[in-house]
């Protein structure tokens, strides 16, 4: 035999502080990185429905403007009278509700 055959072969041995805390934090790091991508989708579908409830006072507005506020009158006229005045105007539509303004000021917004 010859002096390379004669090599011992490497046992793999106990491991090392450092290979066992290399090997934690490899194990977090990969189990965070999956957590995220299964999160991802939840999280972009959470921000795009907060974006449509967000909007949706302004979205109205631009779209039905016309039926949801009404200009300022010289006189006033209770709630039940409007509501038989939009009944008659329209009357093809449901209507569905009736939102008094918060206060003798309210005034709408300006987009």
Not at 19 to 32: E, K, L, N, Y
Not at 52 to 61: A, P, V
């Amino acid at each position: 035999m010859t002096a390379l055959d004669e090599t011992p072969t490497s046992q793999p041995g106990p491991a090392s502080p450092v290979q066992d805390s290399s090997r934690f934090w490899r194990s977090i790091w990969r189990t965070h990185f999956y957590a995220g991508i299964f999160a991802m989708p939840i999280l972009v579908l959470l921000a795009v429905t907060g974006l449509g409830i967000l909007y949706t006072d302004i979205i109205n507005d631009w779209q039905y403007g016309n039926l949801r506020t009404v200009a300022v009158g010289a006189e006033r006229v209770s709630l039940d009278d409007q509501r038989d005045a939009a009944v008659q105007q329209y009357a093809d539509w449901n209507l569905d509700s009736v939102t008094p303004p918060k206060g003798p000021r309210h005034r709408r917004r300006s987009p």
